[in-house]
């Protein structure tokens, strides 16, 4: 009996539509509560370094089961664990909007960071997958990272309207709605699949070890912040952290099914764009964290206009990704697109490192964003592709979770680092007598440079590391094993 692609019996557009809505709910939660932690804190009585967790408690699982979730998915079937994601992230959603103590939003948080990971992990896999073709892939990939990059944005704006106008519990109450048609939707629309087997790559010890390693090193991340980065703590838990990788690496090796296949590395081009989008990551988050304080504690913005402030960076983003990336990207390959993308975010940032005490949004803030969104828009699809350029749909899956796990790693360094730089930089200009505005936005600029070091970084790492145009996108009778590999 002749097989059919399921992906060609199910509208792969709407499939990709309901895909977008999960990712949407979870990237928007990420800093959708920033805005509320003052009200948070006031109405449940949060210590200021309790406080902090209400953040920490959802990326610490969120960041350490990315990896885990995204082999599962790969074992058991995407469709399976990403309508579990959503089911998981709404519920726990819910028990955070009705929260009374902060014990119970903190558990549910975490909860709640479990919920994303294992919906977020499966995503970007499940959109190469449906989208075979190089046209049609950079056009879905290119989709996924308007959601991606913009979602962070429009969480702000979002946030900000919904405390202000009722009250911090709607920021979690709105995903309710959100998640139980987007899970619906996903039984009708997403083609089924029952994934490899578990008995293709059951690594219990991997599993054990990488989950481990990436949950403590997030942790040390975020800590960093309370006891410094050269403190017993830091140091101890870092080196835990370090040795339980070094034990996860050593057991992919050897282990006869392995959680995460070592061959995924052999192309330079992935393991090339997970380093440079954890570099770019990290040099963005001093945009998407600090400039939200430089507009509300400098320029006295509140969160509405906090968020309309930033939204420019989503309109931009949005225009890019949706349009002209996927066109670029399929007339000049990924690398090409990739390198002006950077270079526009590198600009962004540096524009930023100059942003006075006394300085106006239409002349110091606005030019900036203007860039960085232009680039964003080029840049994160670009990467996207490259990272799931060797991907099998056996291993699309393990390659979107690591893909996000770079992700996240990334921004948890990116705010450590560069908030601690700030604060302590924020404080030795105080302490020489500098006003409260020009402290602040010292600690600021350097954050804003830094950052922009790091892109530039990442910059240098793309034009060196990465492949060529030509030899970056496989050839056309390479293409045909993949598109009849994922129609069976």
């Not at 109405?43 to 990326?59: E, I, M, P, R, T």
């Not at 997030?218 to 403190?231: H, I, P």
């Not at 590198?346 to 964003?369: M, N």
């Not at 393990?398 to 705010?415: E, P, R, V, Y």
């Amino acid at each position: 009996m002749r097989r059919t692609n399921a992906s060609a019996q199910t509208p792969r557009w709407s499939a990709l539509a309901v895909l977008c809505a999960g990712q949407l709910m979870v990237i928007l939660d990420g800093t959708i509560v920033n805005v509320a932690l003052p009200s948070i804190q006031r109405d449940l009585g949060f210590s200021s370094s309790g406080l902090a967790w209400v953040v920490n408690a959802y990326l610490v699982p969120f960041g350490g089961l990315l990896l885990l979730c995204g082999r599962v998915g790969d074992l058991i079937g995407r469709k399976r664990v990403f309508i579990t994601g959503l089911s998981v992230f709404t519920t726990a959603s819910l028990l955070c909007g009705v929260s009374q103590d902060p014990a119970m939003l903190l558990a549910s948080r975490f909860v709640q960071g479990i919920g994303g990971a294992v919906t977020s992990a499966v995503t970007l896999g499940m959109v190469v997958t449906l989208f075979p073709q190089p046209k049609e892939r950079a056009k879905a990939i290119g989709v996924y990272s308007f959601v991606q990059s913009a979602g962070g944005s429009m969480g702000l704006l979002a946030g900000g309207a919904l405390t202000q106008t009722i009250s911090w519990h709607w920021i979690f109450f709105v995903n309710a709605p959100i998640g139980i048609v987007a899970a619906l939707l996903a039984g009708r629309a997403l083609a089924s699949e029952h994934g490899v087997g578990l008995d293709k790559g059951t690594d219990v010890v991997g599993a054990l070890l990488v989950t481990s390693a990436l949950m403590l090193s997030v942790y040390t991340v975020v800590e960093t912040t309370n006891y410094g980065w050269t403190s017993a703590h830091t140091l101890s838990f870092g080196a835990a952290a370090l040795a339980l990788l070094l034990a996860f690496v050593a057991r992919q090796a050897k282990a006869p099914h392995p959680l995460l296949p070592l061959r995924v590395f052999r192309s330079r081009n992935v393991s090339g764009a997970m380093g440079i989008q954890a570099l770019m990551v990290a040099g963005m988050f001093s945009f998407q964290f600090l400039c939200v304080l430089y507009l509300q504690k400098v320029l006295g913005f509140d969160e509405i206009h906090t968020g309309l402030g930033i939204f420019p960076v989503s309109v931009a983003i949005g225009s890019l990704s949706l349009r002209l990336s996927p066109k670029l990207i399929a007339r000049f390959g990924p690398r090409a697109v990739l390198l002006p993308g950077l270079a526009l975010i590198t600009a962004g940032l540096a524009t930023l490192g100059r942003v006075p005490a006394g300085g106006s949004y239409v002349v110091d803030v606005l030019p900036a964003l203007l860039p960085l969104g232009v680039g964003f828009g080029l840049a994160m699809p670009s990467l996207a592709t490259l990272a799931m350029s060797a991907a099998t749909p056996q291993d699309s899956g393990i390659a979107s979770g690591m893909f996000n796990t770079m992700q996240q790693i990334g921004s948890a360094f990116g705010l450590a680092v560069l908030s601690t730089l700030a604060t302590s930089h924020t404080d030795a200009l105080l302490g020489n007598g500098a006003s409260t505005a020009s402290a602040l936005t010292g600690g600021y600029q350097l954050a804003f440079r830094i950052g922009s070091c790091l892109v530039a970084v990442a910059l240098l790492l793309s034009a060196t590391l990465l492949r060529s145009p030509a030899t970056a996108q496989r050839p056309a009778a390479e293409e045909k094993p993949v598109a009849q590999n994922a129609a069976r």
